[in-house]
């Protein structure tokens, strides 16, 4: 079951296309598309409560509130000596009587008397009136007597104050983070053995085309493996998609619509590879158009030129539809660069522009001004420590190979000519897509 909220929240696609600047179905600016998708698409907004591990990789639905301050007490940063910082001579140096001692879950809970200091272990409280930590091999030790010299130390080092990490009623992490590693241990900080998040966003997809065969069918003359549903599915699942695979579609009009609707029916969004182009045995765009409110673009990059965006219905569910070009090098670039952005955003997730970075193009790249490309290419270290790029061959949109081989994307931006060798182009880690 998907939830009626998407459809009942769905504005209405040809007003916004129609308020996008300078908006050509048949030349598409790879900016203006990212822009009808962002006002087109809607977060879902189902909440559900799970277990802190199984948390990872989704999407925070409310802030997380420190409860308490973390750390609840100043504690000792180092292995050392805890003193009163008043006791330090102007040059740092000290001679005081050790008196005891705390350990991390075990704190010193005497009077520290001027003069005196504490044995204290890294983690452990720090005794009443304390406020400075020595590191013991910073100490001399005779008897218990500890000689502290002068240059090493001044009041208030390596003490750890309460609530310096979090403090007590402030949000330790915002809804609409996507969790980390990071953010689940910081939750675990505050004793918290559950989250709230947003539901699981279910996606289907199908690849059409009949010259498309399954993993253990014979290659029949003329066909290739249908390699699409298995980015794709590699791709869903890195983002954290519930998936539903509906295989291969025959280029048929009753089989596309069958499988379109039951996509539909079950899913949030729909994605289909293959026949939005402007082939003679493509149905797909029909049938599509025949489901509900669709766009056909062909946008301005390369590669990854022809694209289906809408929302399709079925049975009173809404899903969003992303019907990509079939090129297997072109879905991926079409995923990364609209699908993605827009599943997150349906998520839940507060978005993030992609990290690019700036490098030296090894090779010159040649480039028309009026369309974006993005060449697979590798990340290099020069001799003189700069990152350096270059592309990895073949870059026919057919090439799945230099795509594996590659560490991310050149982007050569809609306005940009080519680039020499030497000079720095923007760079994008398939590492940030993730
Ligand atoms: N006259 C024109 N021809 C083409 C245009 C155009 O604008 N005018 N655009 C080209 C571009 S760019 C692309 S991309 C393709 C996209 O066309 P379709 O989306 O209709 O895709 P298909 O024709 O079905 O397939 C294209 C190509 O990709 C292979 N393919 C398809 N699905 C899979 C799959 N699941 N796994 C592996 N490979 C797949 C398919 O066999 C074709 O070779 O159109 C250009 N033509
Ligand atoms: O969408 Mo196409 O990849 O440019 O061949």
Same mark, same amino acid.
């Given at each position: 079951?998907?939830?009626?909220?998407?459809?009942?929240?769905?504005? !209405?696609?040809? @007003?916004?296309?129609?308020?996008?600047?300078?908006?050509?179905?048949?030349? /598409?600016?790879?900016?203006?598309?990212?822009?009808?998708?962002?006002?087109?698409?809607?977060?879902?907004?189902? =909440?559900?409560?799970?277990?802190?591990?199984?948390?990872?990789?989704?999407?925070?639905?409310?802030?997380?509130?420190?409860?308490?301050?973390?750390?609840? &007490?100043?504690?000792?940063?180092? !292995?050392?000596?805890?003193?009163?910082?008043?006791? *330090? =001579?102007?040059?740092?140096?000290?001679?005081?009587?050790?008196?005891?001692?705390?350990?991390?879950?075990?704190?010193?809970?005497?009077?520290?008397?001027?003069?005196?200091?504490?044995?204290?272990?890294?983690?452990?409280?720090?005794?009443?009136?304390?406020?400075?930590?020595?590191?013991?091999?910073?100490?001399?030790?005779?008897?218990?007597?500890?000689?502290?010299?002068?240059?090493? %130390?001044?009041?208030?080092?390596?003490?750890?104050?309460?609530?310096?990490?979090?403090?007590?009623?402030?949000?330790?992490?915002?809804?609409?983070?996507?969790?980390?590693?990071?953010?689940?241990?910081?939750?675990?900080?505050?004793?918290?053995?559950?989250?709230?998040?947003?539901?699981?966003?279910?996606?289907?997809? *199908?690849?059409?085309?009949?010259?498309?065969?399954?993993?253990?069918?014979?290659?029949?003359?003329?066909?290739?493996?249908?390699?699409?549903?298995?980015?794709?599915?590699?791709?869903?699942?890195?983002?954290?998609?519930?998936?539903?695979? /509906?295989?291969?579609?025959? !280029?048929?009009?009753?089989?596309?619509?069958?499988?379109?609707? @039951?996509?539909?029916?079950?899913?949030?969004?729909?994605?289909?590879?293959?026949?939005?182009?402007?082939?003679?045995?493509? &149905?797909?765009?029909?049938?599509?158009?025949?489901?509900?409110?669709?766009?056909?673009?062909?946008?301005?990059?390369?590669?990854?030129?022809?694209? =289906?965006?809408?929302?399709?219905?079925?049975?009173?569910?809404?899903?969003? /539809?992303?019907?990509?070009?079939?090129?297997?090098?072109?879905?991926?670039?079409?995923?990364?660069?609209?699908?993605?952005?827009?599943?997150? &955003?349906?998520?839940?997730? @507060?978005?993030?522009?992609?990290?690019?970075?700036?490098?030296?193009?090894?090779?010159?790249?040649?480039?028309?001004?009026?369309?974006?490309?993005?060449?697979? =290419?590798?990340?290099?270290?020069?001799?003189?420590?700069?990152?350096?790029?270059?592309?990895?061959?073949?870059?026919?949109?057919?090439? %799945?190979?230099?795509?594996?081989?590659?560490?991310?994307?050149?982007?050569?931006?809609? $306005?940009?000519?080519?680039? @020499?060798?030497? $000079?720095?182009? !923007?760079?994008?880690?398939?590492?940030?897509?993730?």
């Amino acid at each position: 079951m998907n939830t009626p909220t998407t459809s009942e929240l769905a504005p !209405d696609l040809a @007003q916004i296309v129609s308020c996008v600047a300078g908006y050509d179905p048949n030349a /598409l600016p790879v900016s203006r598309v990212q822009e009808v998708i962002r006002r087109f698409v809607q977060p879902l907004r189902v =909440a559900e409560r799970v277990d802190l591990r199984a948390a990872l990789g989704r999407v925070l639905a409310e802030d997380v509130i420190a409860p308490q301050d973390v750390p609840a &007490h100043d504690n000792a940063g180092m !292995d050392g000596y805890a003193l009163r910082g008043a006791d *330090l =001579a102007a040059d740092g140096s000290a001679a005081l009587r050790r008196i005891g001692t705390g350990l991390a879950g075990h704190e010193f809970r005497g009077d520290v008397p001027p003069g005196c200091c504490v044995r204290i272990m890294t983690g452990a409280v720090m005794p009443a009136g304390c406020d400075t930590v020595v590191p013991q091999e910073f100490c001399r030790i005779e008897g218990d007597q500890v000689r502290i010299p002068a240059g090493v %130390l001044k009041l208030g080092d390596n003490r750890r104050k309460r609530g310096e990490d979090l403090r007590a009623g402030e949000p330790a992490l915002r809804a609409g983070k996507l969790l980390r590693p990071a953010d689940i241990g910081l939750i675990a900080s505050l004793g918290q053995a559950e989250v709230m998040v947003w539901r699981r966003l279910r996606v289907a997809f *199908l690849s059409s085309g009949d010259e498309l065969r399954s993993i253990g069918e014979a290659l029949d003359e003329g066909c290739v493996y249908d390699s699409n549903r298995y980015t794709l599915w590699a791709m869903l699942t890195r983002l954290g998609c519930e998936v539903l695979d /509906l295989g291969v579609v025959r !280029d048929d009009p009753a089989a596309l619509e069958t499988a379109l609707r @039951q996509a539909c029916e079950n899913a949030d969004a729909v994605i289909t590879s293959g026949g939005v182009s402007v082939g003679e045995a493509d &149905h797909m765009r029909a049938v599509m158009a025949s489901l509900g409110d669709v766009v056909f673009w062909r946008i301005a990059m390369r590669p990854g030129r022809p694209m =289906a965006f809408g929302r399709i219905e079925s049975a009173g569910h809404g899903a969003m /539809l992303f019907g990509l070009p079939g090129n297997p090098v072109a879905v991926m670039v079409t995923f990364y660069h609209f699908v993605r952005e827009a599943l997150l &955003h349906m998520m839940g997730a @507060q978005m993030q522009p992609l990290p690019l970075l700036s490098v030296v193009a090894q090779t010159t790249l040649r480039k028309r001004p009026g369309r974006t490309e993005y060449q697979r =290419a590798v990340l290099e270290r020069l001799p003189d420590g700069r990152l350096a790029t270059r592309t990895t061959g073949d870059q026919g949109s057919g090439i %799945l190979r230099s795509m594996s081989r590659a560490d991310g994307f050149i982007v050569l931006h809609h $306005e940009q000519g080519s680039v @020499q060798a030497g $000079e720095l182009v !923007d760079f994008l880690p398939f590492e940030g897509l993730v």
